[in-house]
């Protein structure tokens, strides 16, 4: 049955895979960085462990690490909406097949959404493996405890999978539970700020064999092993039990309807302020350019994933500074000095993987009408940049106004240099966007929160450095010559160069466009196969 589902799985894709090497070429390269960072990371883990002169610490740092890593296990994949693969119950339940062999199939495939955890514990318990102090003496309780404590995280996540999902599918509960996990994320940040010793934060890693990180810790190091079995065990059954039950509610939910989420807009009534914002790009812009504006901004207003990534690329840029604001009265750094411009590259950044790296995302198979109205494919691309540019205007504003309530420099002119700073960038992301977005391009579900373009996320963090080298030149001849007129010289030849460069991604764009256009629509109509990969 399992090799059906996977085989079901391979010819949904075929197509895809071959339609799109570079983007598999892609995938391959930036995973193997990722995962190398985490092998050297286990490495480290694994060199503390092997010595034995670190024996007395080792409850705490193990439960400490323990609780890292069964944090990150169930909550990483609901902040960053990556669950890895899973069932599409929807497609699966016309068949007979048992339900214990689709949970258990499910329970496998968790493995895709964290898998740089078990590369952690494996170095842990091959670290101790190899102190002295342990050895072969301890290989039954060690590998015994990193398996019942990697099993336990598959089967808790399995079930917390099954919950979000079914909570992200009511309207509003969606957006503050997403709200609220990324919000966890952002907690040591606050520690930092709170100047919270590192010795405090440990007296806060509960030690007590109670705690389910602590008995796998205290099984693995031989203290009290048969309590912390037992316990470990009964952390085991628990698991199971919540992600069996959650799986079979989710079963139940998917086999009825799904309550649909009402729309934001409504057709009757006169227009009201909200109308009026819609319409303003008839004011300025011509048909149909205005047209195609004005849907793209209806359509982002109705879709829950982009707006809770707005209202987090207006708000979440000032965690990034809580750390350095700990010490008010040390003289201001190159960064907190142009806090602004950085909180809204970063807020830029954000939009990029649901706005313009995959344009065509959210249009799916009616990306097609874009091929048989009478419009111009440049019009199109050129109004989806318009749509996201003018988003920028009201996300500065809030990045301003939450800067100035964190005593950050908000000026008028700070303002003013960090909205030229990120149009001028908005011109080589753009161009990059419109190339990406018809050479690779991926449908997106507007009603699935936990389906994130994850290429397109490495992609715009990889092209980063190299997109703002040219800004980057422009600080550099401020820092240098310590002249305003240097500096605006400087980001005024950037953004002549990044109008030269958008001109170009846009024709490259166009032309490609219009070359494989089949291929591309064929992509964007495609739908998963009896697994959901996210």
């Known amino acids: 049955m399992i090799y059906a589902i996977l085989r079901a799985q391979l010819l949904s894709m075929r197509l895809r895979v071959g339609a799109r090497r570079g983007g598999t070429i892609f995938s391959v390269v930036t995973g193997l960085l990722f995962y190398g960072f985490w092998s050297f990371f286990a490495f480290g883990v694994f060199l503390y462990f092997d010595d034995p002169a670190n024996a007395p610490n080792f409850l705490?740092?193990?439960s400490s690490g323990l609780l890292f890593v069964m944090l990150y296990w169930?909550?990483?994949?609901?902040?960053?909406?990556?669950?890895?693969?899973?069932?599409?119950?929807?497609?699966?339940?016309?068949?007979?097949?048992p339900h214990g062999k689709l949970f258990t199939v499910e329970v496998l495939l968790r493995l895709t959404n964290c898998a740089e955890m078990p590369i952690l514990l494996a170095?842990?318990?091959?670290?101790?493996?190899?102190?002295?102090?342990?050895?072969?003496?301890?290989?039954?309780?060690?590998?015994?405890?990193?398996?019942?404590?990697?099993?336990?995280?598959?089967?808790?996540?399995?079930?917390?999978?099954?919950?979000?999902?079914?909570?992200?599918?009511?309207?509003?509960?969606?957006?503050?539970?997403?709200?609220?996990?990324?919000?966890v994320a952002f907690l040591p940040q606050v520690l930092l700020f709170m100047n919270v010793r590192k010795a405090a934060l440990f007296r806060l890693v509960p030690?007590?064999?109670?705690?389910?990180?602590?008995?796998?810790?205290?099984?693995?190091?031989?203290?009290?092993?048969?309590?912390?079995?037992?316990?470990?065990?009964?952390?085991?059954?628990?698991?199971?039990?919540?992600g069996r039950w959650q799986f079979?509610?989710?079963?139940?939910?998917?086999?009825?309807?799904?309550?649909?989420?009402?729309?934001?807009?409504?057709?009757?009534?006169?227009?009201?302020?909200?109308?009026?914002?819609?319409?303003?790009?008839?004011?300025?812009?011509?048909?149909?350019?205005a047209a195609l504006v004005e849907k793209e901004l209806r359509t982002f207003a109705r879709i829950p994933r982009f707006r809770l990534v707005y209202a987090m690329s207006c708000i979440f840029g000032i965690v990034l500074y809580l750390p350095a604001l700990r010490n008010p009265h040390v003289s201001p750094s190159f960064f907190?000095?142009?806090?602004?411009?950085?909180?809204?590259?970063?807020?830029?950044?954000?939009?990029?993987?649901?706005?313009?790296?995959?344009?065509?995302g959210f249009d799916r198979s009616a990306a097609e009408g874009y091929f048989s109205w009478p419009i111009h494919f440049r019009d199109v691309l050129m109004a989806k940049n318009i749509t996201v540019a003018f988003l920028l205007i009201p996300q500065i504003v809030l990045i301003?106004?939450?800067?100035?309530?964190?005593?950050?420099?908000?000026?008028?002119?700070?303002?003013?240099?960090?909205?030229?700073?990120?149009?001028?960038?908005?011109?080589?992301?753009?161009?990059?966007?419109?190339i990406c977005s018809v050479r690779m391009p991926r449908a997106m579900d507007p009603e699935k929160m936990n389906q994130m373009a994850n290429k397109i996320q490495a992609l715009s963090i990889w092209t980063a450095p190299l997109l703002l080298l040219p800004i980057g030149l422009a600080y550099w001849a401020r820092a240098v010559f310590e002249n305003e007129i240097v500096f605006s010289g400087v980001l005024l030849i950037a953004a002549i160069v990044g109008g030269i460069f958008y001109r170009v991604g846009l024709d490259s764009a166009v032309e490609t466009a219009v070359r494989t256009r089949e291929s591309m629509l064929m992509q964007l109509s495609r739908a998963d196969g009896p697994l959901s990969i996210t």
Do not use: C
């Open 207 to 242: 030690v007590h064999p109670l705690w389910p990180w602590a008995a796998v810790a205290r099984l693995m190091l031989r203290d009290n092993p048969a309590l912390a079995a037992a316990l470990s065990l009964l952390y085991l059954g628990l698991a199971y039990s919540f």
């Open 60 to 62: 705490t740092a193990l």
């Open 74 to 97: 169930q909550l990483a994949p609901v902040i960053t909406a990556g669950f890895g693969a899973s069932l599409e119950l929807r497609k699966l339940l016309i068949y007979p097949i």
């Open 336 to 360: 907190i000095r142009n806090a602004l411009p950085i909180m809204a590259l970063y807020g830029l950044m954000m939009l990029g993987p649901i706005s313009y790296w995959n344009a065509f």
């Open 400 to 434: 301003a106004l939450v800067g100035r309530a964190a005593h950050l420099p908000a000026s008028f002119w700070k303002f003013l240099e960090a909205m030229v700073v990120m149009l001028v960038a908005s011109l080589y992301w753009f161009s990059m966007g419109n």
């Open 123 to 183: 170095g842990a318990a091959a670290g101790l493996l190899r102190n002295p102090l342990y050895g072969p003496a301890a290989k039954i309780l060690v590998l015994s405890g990193a398996l019942i404590f990697a099993a336990t995280n598959i089967l808790l996540s399995a079930g917390i999978r099954q919950l979000v999902e079914r909570l992200f599918s009511r309207p509003r509960i969606r957006e503050a539970m997403m709200l609220l996990f990324v919000s």
């Open 248 to 289: 079979e509610r989710s079963i139940r939910y998917d086999s009825g309807s799904k309550p649909v989420a009402p729309t934001i807009l409504s057709s009757a009534g006169p227009a009201g302020l909200t109308e009026r914002l819609f319409r303003f790009p008839s004011r300025i812009l011509p048909d149909p350019l």
